[in-house]
Each structure stands twice: as C-alpha cells, then as structure tokens.
C-alpha cells in the first residue's frame, strides 16, 4: 500500500467522522413523529469530533501533497 492510498483512506475516515457529529448535531433537540424528544447530544464532544476530523483532513491533505512533491522530483531525476 502507497502513501496516497493510506492518505485517501484517511481522509475517508475523516469524512465519515465530520457527516457523523454532524447529523448528532443536527438532530439535536429534534422530535421524533410521536412527539417525543430524542436523546440530548454533548455538544462539546461532537466539536472534538469536528476538530479532529479537521486536523485529519489537514494532516492527510499534507501527506497528499508530499506524496505528489516526490514523486514530481523522482520523475526529474529519472529524466
């Protein structure tokens, strides 16, 4: 497995970490059809879960670009 890969895969799991504190914070506070509330979301948890899946797609983001920087520089030195 190549770093791009690993990296796309990270960026995966951030992405699916992002839509999933999400759709927790958006049903927060939200009803269900029979009138009763749903369960209450820790607001300061699912905004961990935000920044975290921000600084993995950062991190990731930047391990892409390296990936593409070096394989720039070994196709210069193999032409």
Same mark, same amino acid.
């Given at each position: 497995? &190549? %770093? +791009?890969?690993?990296?796309?895969?990270?960026?995966?799991?951030? /992405?699916?970490?992002?839509? !999933?504190?999400?759709?927790?914070?958006?049903?927060?506070?939200?009803?269900?059809? &029979?009138?009763? !509330?749903? /369960?209450?979301? /820790?607001? %300061?948890? =699912?905004?961990?879960? $935000?920044?975290?899946?921000? +600084?993995?797609? =950062?991190?990731?983001?930047?391990? $892409?670009?390296?990936?593409? =920087?070096?394989?720039? +520089?070994?196709? /210069?030195?193999?032409?």
């Amino acid at each position: 497995m &190549d %770093s +791009s890969s690993i990296a796309l895969q990270g960026l995966q799991q951030a /992405d699916l970490q992002l839509n !999933t504190a999400a759709a927790k914070i958006a049903s927060r506070g939200a009803t269900s059809p &029979d009138g009763a !509330t749903l /369960d209450v979301v /820790d607001l %300061s948890a =699912e905004m961990v879960a $935000l920044m975290s899946a921000q +600084s993995a797609f =950062e991190v990731n983001l930047a391990t $892409l670009k390296t990936v593409n =920087e070096m394989q720039k +520089s070994l196709l /210069d030195l193999k032409a």
